[in-house]
């Protein structure tokens, strides 16, 4: 079967993937809660914004979250039923709200492994960029734990900072923010990934 070839990211991603965020008549099968409210785990919201070279908020990006749950269990790999409530994936694009913001609900991923910290996926769908880009979100608050990140300690040190997302304590809720700079100096770190 042939590969269909790869053109720039068009504008039906807010009809066919993100359709309930931009107001259409219909459910989105995926959005921003990765969860349900029965979900074991520290609730958590990943807040931020996709930022252009000039360091303007991108409005048409689309972002998906793939993560494991707080036992470290990918949906996908899991047999225990007890996961049903638990997607472990999101996807929002940021065209909806004022200053063109992400916003996910979900639970903080246990440890995937020994040589890997708590973390989450990332795939960001954009204008100008022909293939997705990946990277990651650790948490600031697992020092010792991405310490022993294999991936994350291949990344130069002064690099590795562009992925880790800041714990911000605030009444009834946690959250992380996670900024996405595309260019300039705090640009990203985004991964190769072999197919």
């Known amino acids: 079967m042939r590969k269909t070839p790869s053109q720039t990211i068009g504008p039906f991603f807010a009809y066919s993937l993100a359709a309930e965020q931009y107001g259409y008549a219909y459910n989105s099968v995926i959005n921003g809660f990765l969860l349900d409210p029965e979900e074991e785990g520290e609730r958590i919201y990943i807040t931020g914004n996709v930022f252009d070279g000039k360091g303007n908020s991108i409005h048409d990006a689309l972002i998906e979250l793939w993560q494991a749950d707080a036992n470290g269990i990918y949906r996908s790999l899991s047999v225990n039923k007890k996961n049903d409530g638990f997607t472990g994936f999101g996807r929002l694009g940021t065209g909806t709200h004022a200053t063109h913001k ?31 880009l990946y990277t990651r979100i650790y948490f600031s608050d697992e020092e010792e734990a991405n310490s022993k990140d294999e991936l994350l300690n291949a990344i130069e040190p002064a690099r590795r900072e ?26 990203t770190v985004f991964f190769e990934v072999d197919k």
């Open 102 to 132: 992400f916003s996910f609900v979900t639970i903080k991923p246990g440890t995937t492994g020994e040589l890997q910290a708590p973390h989450i996926n990332v795939i960001l769908f954009m204008r100008g960029s022909l293939l997705p």
């Open 162 to 187: 562009t992925l880790i997302a800041q714990r911000i304590k605030r009444p009834g809720l946690v959250e992380y923010i996670f900024d996405v700079y595309m260019q300039g100096e705090d640009e």
